[in-house]
């Protein structure tokens, strides 16, 4: 059978009369002793060492630092509480461990501790250093077939220094474990919550392990202090362990506290938070605490309980206040009870595959031991507790309570609400976008079909003086003929005439391939294709000119030879050709310039740039931020849409992904136009 002794000393006088006594009660059985500290004190700690070295050289000691002490139901603050728990038929063996690295500790721990018979580990680190769910995740990398219990050191809520310790060891960075092993050794644990999540969900953006920089790509002291307030984030990190993050989404909200705050605004927590976490700022609900205290000693029934440790994070203590009792006094009835309040609590979930490791954050963790199965707890031996829970709170309290969850619940739906709501915002803007991009193509069609008069007018043009040839060369043959210029009775008239009809017949086909070919650049010209191409930049601005030849207008090309970019050449001999006739309609305007284009070409940092520059006069400053509008025009209704530079800026950045301006320069305007080469680079 276990048995415990457990007591609560303001000195180390009182606790030395205590264990001068209670050794003859003992006797030479298995005996783990736990010391759960008040006070953080170094030299106190040697002390009690030497002492239990004394009165008990063959116990196990395991010892902690706390925020807390648990003694058979009631609270202390900087006392020095002790537990001596006896066992007759398990066994009992330490190890301390100084951390330097969280994972690996946990695994020697396992390794070392583990036996086949162990039922039970039982684990005490710092509060400060030790990574609680790296320590945990090392332990189930060697089993996970015992519970694992147990917390984190304390230091009343400093953050300054927590000591862990053993029969020798005092460990400010370091971990203590005990394993409890044997057949008969019958282990129960449960936990209870009772932190809500509440306001918006925000994601962690930046982190390393259990250190936040980011939260929606803002400081965590900034989101406690938008959320909280300035009075609450200056207080970080003592009022994070009242205030934690929960990760939410998972199967079970796991609640994370702070433990310390740097300078450059970032948290440290008692276990990880990973980029991509899902977080809720957590409040606790008093309601929700006790309620869930009271299932958890209903759960108590029927099983075989002799001795509970009790693992409770400190900042139940510090929101219940002078209420943590009501939470744990009625487990009295379950058994004698120790424990301390930690700075984060080892819990173990049973399930089907193995045991899951924890570390928990605002909980109660109850461990429970037995080696005797007759050892039951009735119904009728907690019946009366069930009411303490009810009785306990004033008709005040329960109000408050129930008016906190009230306001949370509406707080989550507004929240809710808003998050359908922005759905739906987000669903209506991308199918506006879509409707948005379905206009632009139709524009974009529509701009085309308008430019066929127009460029019809360009092949006219180009057309003009061939025809003409034609037509004069057709003319001197029939004139020829009907005057009969050739007797074609002589051998040498004969070949006189036959040379002059070839010669004809040659300038006439030289006309016809002229044709031909001004067909065949403006087919290609209205031929669409959504493949990006590899384009030589100097012979599609030379195809361009070539349309357009026959102004009065004076082109300048300066562009290398070898420059090649990638994208549509028909889409960007549309945005030249707008370009160009831009500027000629304003040298017909004016008949007193000599209209000159210059074209000016060149690669800077993986992009290429076309500048195209005419000496017009330039735009008019009060014009120029808005040429790029759709339907804004700078001439009469009957000479221009307003479509044409719209166009080119949406075919050059929609089509060609780049980019499209102006800028006024001396005598004249220049259009930049800036896109990938033909690697796709920018």
Known sequence: MIKSLNRSFETIYQLEEFLDISRDEIGEQQTLIQVFLGM?????????????????????????????????????????????????????????????????????????????????????????YTNGEELLDGIASVNRNVIVAGGMAGDNGQFNETFVF???????????????????????????????????????????????????????????EKYLGRDIANKLPLVGVEFPLIKVGGQENIARAILGKFDNGSLLFAGNLYEGDVVQIGIGDFDTIINLSKEGLRDYINHSVETTFIYSCMARRRFLKENIEIEIRPFNKISNNSGFFTNGEFFTIKNSFGNSYELLNESMTLLSLAEEGDSIVKRVDIEGELEVFDKSLSNTTK??????????????????????????????????????????????????????????????????????????????????????????????????????????????????????????????????????????????????????????????????RELEIAGHSNQLIQVFLNIIKNSTDVFRERSDIKGEISFRCYKNSGSIYIEISDNGGGIDKELLPRIFEKNFSTKLAKDGTGLGLYMSKLIVEERCRGELSVVNIDNGAKFTIKIPDKNGES
């Open 166 to 224: 053993g029969e020798r060891d005092i460990l400010t960075k370091g971990v203590i474990g005990v394993s409890i092993s044997g057949e008969d050794l019958i282990a129960y644990n449960r936990h209870n919550f009772g932190w809500l999540p509440f306001g918006e969900k925000l994601t962690v953006t930046k982190s390393m392990n259990n250190i936040v920089m980011s939260i929606d790509d803002m400081l965590p002291t900034k989101i406690y």
């Open 40 to 128: 953080v004190n170094k030299s106190l700690i040697f002390d009690i060492q030497n002492s239990i070295k004394f009165y008990y050289p063959e116990a196990t000691l395991i010892g902690a630092t706390t925020d807390g002490e648990i003694v058979d139901g009631e609270v202390y603050q900087s006392t020095i509480s002790i537990s001596i728990t006896t066992f007759e038929k398990s066994f009992v063996r330490g190890l301390a461990f100084e951390n330097r690295d969280s994972f690996i500790s946990g695994q020697r721990i396992a390794e070392r501790l583990i036996t086949e018979h162990t039922k039970v580990l039982i684990i005490f680190s710092d509060g400060l």
């Open 399 to 560: 109000a408050i309570s129930h008016l906190t969850n009230v306001v949370l619940k509406e707080i989550e739906k507004e929240v809710k609400d808003k998050e359908e709501l922005n759905q739906k915002l987000e669903r209506d803007i991308e199918i506006e976008i879509e409707k948005n991009h379905e206009k632009d193509e139709l524009l974009l069609t529509q701009y085309k079909l308008a430019k066929i008069g127009e460029l019809m007018g360009m092949i006219a043009h180009q057309w003009r003086q061939p025809l003409a040839s034609i037509s004069a060369i057709t003319s001197s043959v029939k004139l020829k003929l009907a005057l009969q210029k050739f007797n074609l009775d002589t051998e040498s008239e004969k070949d006189n005439f036959i040379e002059y009809i070839y010669d004809n017949i040659a300038k006439v086909d030289k006309s016809i391939d002229f044709l031909s070919n001004t067909i065949d650049d403006f087919r290609k010209f209205y031929k669409d294709s959504s493949e990006i191409e590899s384009i030589n930049l100097y012979e599609l601005i030379k195809h361009t000119l070539s349309l357009v030849d026959g102004t009065k207008v004076e082109f300048k090309l300066d562009c290398a």
